[in-house]
């Protein structure tokens, strides 16, 4: 018997008054990854808040998501903007979409969002926001480990909890003396408990995702050295400063994907060691970028057949559903591997 009961005291207790995420009765679970909104930038301009909601209202409505992950930078919280001294006022106008047609979201916090944030911006202070709401299904983490936004969700059946999902704080500020933030190892050593905890009396696992918004060097790897399907438009991936090992324990645990976002132009999947690894889509119109066109991945696990199956494509903002993407092989520049 798999041991969610104790997952549910270990992770979601503030929240043992709600019941849990369920698959429809056809077996499915639809999730549309939102990620870079930077919501409410240039509001003066003809692409402030205005047109995220657009965006965003139209998104909903076409896909209709049991749920919303928030995969980092909802808003800019930068020193000089507008957001600045009004950064819950800003949180809550972009999660109004959701709020309107009570689809419930959860929330990965990026880089972005607490920095230099004024008034009422701390990281605490957003999520102390974002749990206000009734359709919220975002928690506080561990206090005893790096980051806020470190918990997870469990989908059930009529059987119990039957799949997992993990939100991880990729954090803000350089860490273990590297240049970009990173997961700290009591991250990752948190990580590697929930999954063991899912895990059957049998050693069966649990399928499982993880979002995050900082992508881990993986995504560079896979680039490099596996076949891809998608766009990287940046340059480069941006990805965490330190490898501290995430990726080793999500596989050896028998993760199933991967969804991260912070490269406004990448969009691509692949599979690295049996793990699917996929960037969103930059869902807003603020931050850089503002020449590719917007959308967000959609995500439809299904819950009957194969253990964790799911099918993904990018539905964006004007409409166009996007189910296949270009084939990117490698060059042979391939450097390293696990």
């Known amino acids: 018997m798999r041991h969610w009961l ?4 270990l992770t979601w207790v503030t929240f043992a008054d709600r019941p849990p995420l369920r698959f ?3 077996g499915t679970f639809k999730i549309a990854q939102f990620s870079d909104l930077h ?6 301009t003809d692409w402030g808040p205005k047109q995220d909601e657009d965006s965003l209202r139209y998104i909903l409505d076409k896909e209709k998501p ?8 909802v808003i800019t919280g930068e020193e000089g903007n507008n957001i600045v001294d009004n950064a819950t006022t800003y949180w809550r106008m972009a999660l109004s979409p959701m709020i309107k047609r009570k689809i419930e979201w959860a929330s990965a916090f990026g880089n972005h969002c607490p920095i230099a944030s004024g008034i009422n911006g701390t990281r605490t202070d957003l999520m102390r926001e974002d749990v206000s709401h009734a359709s919220s299904r975002s928690q506080f983490g561990p206090s005893d480990i790096e980051g806020v936004s470190n918990y997870a969700l469990p989908i059930h059946d009529h059987t119990g909890a039957t799949f997992m999902l993990y939100l991880m704080d990729s954090n803000y500020l350089p860490c273990l003396n590297s240049s970009a933030p990173c997961f700290y190892p009591n991250q990752v050593e948190w990580l590697e408990r929930q999954m063991k905890l899912s895990a059957g009396e049998d050693g069966s696992v649990m399928p499982s995702f993880a979002f995050f918004h900082i992508p881990i060097i993986e995504y560079d790897l896979m680039w490099n050295c596996n076949t891809s399907y998608g766009y990287q438009n940046d340059t480069e991936v941006a990805s965490q400063g330190v490898n ?3 990726f080793r324990v999500f596989q050896e645990n028998g993760g199933t994907a991967i969804f991260v976002g912070h490269n406004h132009g990448n969009d691509y999947c692949g599979t690295r060691l049996g793990v699917k690894l996929c960037y969103g889509r930059h869902t807003g119109h603020g931050g850089y970028g503002d020449e590719w066109k917007k959308g967000a991945r959609i995500i439809k696990i299904h ?7 799911f099918s993904t494509w990018l539905r964006m903002e004007d409409g166009e559903k996007i189910t296949k993407e270009p084939v990117h092989v490698p ?3 391939c450097e390293s591997s696990e």
């Open 6 to 9: 104790l997952i549910a005291l």
């Open 24 to 26: 429809r009765r056809d």
């Open 39 to 44: 919501f409410g930038e240039a509001e003066e």
């Open 66 to 73: 049991d749920l919303v992950v928030l995969t980092g930078d």
């Open 244 to 246: 501290t090992g995430m």
């Open 303 to 309: 819950n009957r057949g194969s253990l964790g199956r």
């Open 331 to 333: 060059d042979g520049a």
